[in-house]
């Protein structure tokens, strides 16, 4: 392992701190250190890839790359196995947009039959500017080699979690991929542009590369439930459509990463892990955490492990320069980078079913570009095996996370109205010529249904004329109204509206808890609690919660950097493009806390997310967490039924953890249908919702707009 680096190595720290970086600048013409003939490597530390801080350029593609990854394999061919993609996937049409190969490596003890072993995918530097993936990724896969062969007992771990190296190797398949050949292959120092690495592919127009932005962005390509961007034309590269292929044929995929680089640290970290957009239960919403847990305490041991001292990088810059000062932190990618879209690789591995991060790694990106700094790369390199080992290693563990739920006797108004393709109104979008989208039957309340599963308790759905005529809701601690105020009942028609509201006031005095989410905020009203003025509306970027001091209870088990609390773009609304659309409901602050409430978090300046007293019991809201999905926008790809985040869910539970001291639950109310299967990616029709298709309920009018709001972002990564 390296030695801690010395203060003199802050000159470097210092030159890219006062912008003196050229894009492009290379301090010599002359090939990073490899050693890929056998006898050879003393000169490289006694590596095949030298360590950054005795290299002096990034690896390049055209001299170097086929060298290395057919040394590395030369050390141990057993575990080790290298081929292009369009080897691993019969078809020849499987390159780059320049028909360079796409390089695949495939890790695993051949020794032991693939039959139910874990399969791990790892994207590395698919933007073609961010190479910390490439150059971690390598060093990573000579480290397997080596010790596969030296020290096969060797423990890897991610977290907590840790394994003998052989046992990983027996029950798992990691795949590592370099899926932008072009763009590396332009930033080699021989390359006579000299222009640097690209971001995207050589697919620039028919045109040359004449700027680092230029080629199409591989990271928008992938078929993402929701929205469909179509500017970003998805399955259109040749990159995307060979990954695509190949990652839909294996038979297990559990984890996944897809690994990045930035200019700005929104936390002031070296590594930026980002859960991707999904429909993820309880369970998965859990996995996701404890990957991430998991990944951070495996990125703080390889900084100390390979001698990474940040302070020696940027410690005389001071705290507020915006600069990494700690080696991870975690969030949605929404509040790591300030933006969602349509088409992540990172979203489409999910849908997958892996459980996947993306990571983003601080300065490799426009700037140093293909300028080597060594002390910064081997913050780089730390970082992107501590990222590899932990997605790898937890694919042994995900399966056996347990979602911690403490509900109390739930129940929440059924809506029968689902959001169909099949429907009168279709797709709801106008389609072009040769779309053909995947057809769905979705709806919110899925949640709950999921939700019970994972709890292993009932959560019960109850029809809304009988909560206005029946006392049925008397013996649960919380009644939930998700978006649709007044939605209809099984049997046909809508219920008397003062009658519901009046109920659910009086089970709020009793003892109980009403929860209302979203657009059913508006049934406050209704229940004579606040004005019809003081009920708030705006559109955002993405589903977010401001948590302010995150003192209250419901905030206790907030983690990473929380404030995203639900997906917008799988629901099918738009982000960055436009007008923001994501819908956030709630109440003037003033209103809410002048009838007594506590604001808990606020969205777009007012309170939508808080508790109101009301006897002996007490009413809810949360305005931005179980949206209806919208159909207006093209959405090739399906919607999902919900897109609750980590945090999202974290708070939602423990709201549904209040306990009323009420009468226990009448035992002739029925149990929920277990839950219908998710959507489908395949194209195929997925089983509609246990829930028969009606009319709506009535929205109030009266809705205070309070306008379209947007949140300064940073440039996209």
Known sequence: MSTRPSRRALAVASALLAGTVGIGAAPAAVAAPTCTIPGTEGLCGGRIVAEPLASVSFVQFGLELEAVLEAIEAVNP??????????????????????????????????????????????????????????????????????????????????????????????????????????????????????????????????????????????????????????????????????????????????????????????????????????????????????????????????????????????????????????????????????????????????????????????????????????????????????????????????????DLDLGRVAYLDDPAIVSSTDADGFGFDLEEGEDPVHYDVTRLRYFEDLAADAGVPVTALDVADVATVDLIASFDTVVVADNAMPASRAGGTADRVAVATALHDFASAGGQVLLTDGAVELLVDMGLVAGDAIAFGAAEAGHVDFGDTDHAWEADLAGLPAQTYYEVPLGFRSGDGEPEAPHHGVTTAAWEDAGGVTVGTSLGFTSLGELPVGEGVVAVFGAILPTQTEANPHLYGLADYGVTVNGGTVLHSILSYRSGLAPAPTDVAEPAPPAEDAVDDGEVPAPAPLPVTGGGAALAGLVALGLARRLRRQPT
């Open 78 to 403: 057993e575990v080790v196995e290298v081929a292009t993609l369009a080897e691993w996937t019969g078809d020849d049409a499987h390159t780059s947009f320049a028909g360079h190969p796409i390089w695949v490596v495939r890790v695993t003890d051949e020794t032991v039959p693939d039959e139910g072993k874990a399969h791990v995918a790892a994207s590395l530097s698919i933007h073609g500017n961010e190479s910390a993936g490439r150059e971690g990724g390598l060093r990573y896969l000579e480290d397997i080699a080596r010790l596969s062969v030296d020290e096969p007992d060797h423990v890897v771990s991610s977290g907590d979690a840790a394994f003998p190296l052989a046992e990983v190797l027996d029950d798992t398949v990691l795949w590592l991929a370099f899926l932008n050949p072009d763009a590396w292959a332009s930033g080699d120092l021989l390359d006579p542009t000299g222009l640097g690495f690209p971001r995207g592919n050589a697919n620039n127009g028919g045109a040359p590369h004449t700027s680092v932005t230029d080629g199409a962005d591989l990271n928008r390509e992938f078929p993402t439930i929701g929205w469909t961007k179509r500017a970003n034309t998805q399955l259109s590269e040749p990159e995307a459509i060979a990954w695509v292929d190949f990652v839909s044929s294996l038979p297990n995929l559990v984890t996944a990463t897809d690994i990045h680089g930035e200019l700005t640290s929104a936390t002031g970290s070296f590594a930026d892990m980002m859960w991707p957009a999904g429909q993820w239960s309880p369970t998965r919403q859990a996995q996701e955490l404890q990957l991430a847990q998991n990944m951070t305490a495996t990125i703080e041991r390889t900084f100390e492990e390979y001698g990474v001292v940040i302070d020696d990088l940027f410690g005389l810059a001071g705290d507020d320069t915006g600069l990494g000062t700690k080696p991870a932190q975690y969030a949605t990618a929404y509040d790591i980078v300030g933006y969602d879209d349509s088409g992540f690789m990172g979203d489409w591995l999910a849908a997958q079913g892996a459980v996947e991060i993306d990571v983003e790694n601080f300065l490799s990106h426009l700037v140093p570009n293909n300028a080597w700094f060594g002390l910064l790369e081997e913050a780089h390199a730390a970082a992107v095996r501590g990222i590899l080992e932990s997605v790898w290693v937890e694919a042994l563990v995900t399966g056996d996370v347990v979602a």
